[in-house]
């Protein structure tokens, strides 16, 4: 067996596969100084800042099958020890005066958006590009002036303040890239320079439903993402080796539950293929997701959780999908599926149900009232918060237990409020 290196040599490597790509993939794991593209030979050397962070990667990647663009990659130890190839494809980070920035995010509390850092850095200079990305430092962000000037202005500027009142504290570095590559514009990613640029998602529905035809996903978890939600390494009791995609889903209440409270409640761990109540046994449900991994995200979280009276029995079937019938709901297409975009995002954020839910997509003009009232039948609401974030009304409201919270959350999750499609989610926030 090879022993353990900083290089990682990566097979496979087609030509559609980029030099950001690849970057992707491996910054949840470290710092990476160094890559080399073997374009002759499909294959790329990648130099990690130190030997713990590659065995980081190969570990996780040994059970987490890495994909680039619907094509699988191979990665290994390489035999060499250290790259002596000029570093011309370095994340890096130091004090030498650079146009890119490297950002980090400490004290994350709110979502932080490619808009929100344009609107936090563009007052010291033109802002030419921007992408985000997560990994074990917390979220980060590598963000490129037209002029060295300008970057060098906004670290002494920026560095150490908070972009929200105490919290999302900025740590910034100079980068020792020459040139980010942007492929798409859009929340993680956009170049300014270049709006034509796609999004990466067409073709979504302005007026999302449970059966609205929408983009299609893909039918295994995107390694990357999860690498990137998960700092490179799984949540506690997660195996991350679990194929089975359908779960079982029993001691429901028959009087209160349907399939669309269900895929309210699953969707918060994985996009929904179908979902079957059992006629001959109404208590009993069967929930298709979309891989195994997200299947053993929503069996972990929602083993015992307690919904309309009753504590969820959450496992595995035996079968291994759904056969589509007339008793069967179909989700696989539905714009509602949350993991059809910001993939890394969303699983960041799954958790066990909490008391504490968050709501987006509201209307500019609601009211903390408004809210209050739409929700206020499912429990008492000790506390609720309206505010802004990037130009867009948001709120979190705060249940006197969990299981009034997930109750306002079946219930209410893609109803409209004053004309908009609102979206809940739990918060893992404490208090408000």
Known sequence: MTEPSKVIHVRNVGHEISENDLLQLFQPFGVITKLVMLRAKNQALLQMQDVPSAVNALQFYTNVQPSIRGRNVYVQFSSHQELTTMDQNTQGRGDEPNRILLVTIHQMLYPITVEVLHQVFSPHGFVEKIVTFQKSAGFQALIQYQLQQSAVSARNALQGRNIYDGCCQLDIQFSNLDELQVNYNNERSRDFTNPSLPSEQKGRSSHPGYGDVGVGYPQMASAAAIAAAFGGGLPPGISGTNDRCTVLVSNLNPDSIDEDKLFNLFSI?????????????????LV????????????????????????????????????????????????????????????????????????STLPQEVTEEEIVAHLEEHGTIVNSKLFEMNGKKQAL????????????????????????????????????
């Open 269 to 285: 761990y994985g996009n929904i293929v179908r979902i079957k109540l059992l006629r001959n046994k109404p208590d009993h449900a």
């Open 288 to 359: 298709q997701m979309g891989d195994g991994f997200q299947a053993e995200l929503a069996v972990h979280f929602l083993k015992g959780a307690k919904l309309f009276g009753k504590r969820l029995e959450v496992n595995f079937s035996k079968h291994p999908n759904i056969t589509t019938g007339a008793d069967t709901h179909e989700y696989s297409n539905s714009n509602l599926n949350r993991f059809n975009r910001n993939a890394a995002k969303n699983y960041r954020y799954c958790c066990s149900p909490t008391k504490m839910i968050h709501l």
């Open 397 to 432: 409201v705060l249940f006197e237990n969990e299981e009034q919270a997930t109750e306002a959350l079946v219930c209410k999750h893609a109803t409209s409020l004053g004309g908009s499609t609102i979206r809940i989610s739990f918060s893992q926030l404490q208090s408000i």
